[in-house]
């Protein structure tokens, strides 16, 4: 539109190409899935569902990540559809690999 408000991507397009500026870019500091009392109750689902509707292209890994385990883990990112970076992370064990960039 014409006022510069950036609709919600359609399924699976990402957030780029869906706003006019295409300087916009959503980030997010981490801890995604954890606080609010429904997103908690259902171990993240519905912010990873909200993430992935609003478009956001990174997020940082926080240290609430893995507060439902690795696998609510997996499922919300790959819900979500965000990658996640991180720095100063060290592997040990490729088997507990984060899956961070």
Do not use: Q, W
């Not at 006022?3 to 980030?27: E, Q, Y």
């Not at 908690?40 to 990540?65: I, K, T, W």
């Amino acid at each position: 539109s014409d006022d510069g408000f950036c609709p919600l991507p359609s399924p699976g397009a990402g957030a780029i190409g869906a706003c006019r500026d295409p300087s916009t870019v959503l980030l997010s500091g981490g801890d995604n899935f954890t606080g609010p009392a429904v997103s908690s109750y259902f171990r993240g689902a519905p912010m990873a569902e909200a993430m992935a509707r609003m478009g956001y292209v990174a997020s940082a890994f926080g240290n609430h990540e893995y507060d439902f385990e690795r696998e609510a883990f997996d499922a919300n990112r790959k819900a979500s559809r965000v990658p996640y970076l991180a720095a100063n992370v060290r592997v040990l064990d490729p088997a507990k690999d984060p899956g961070v960039l």
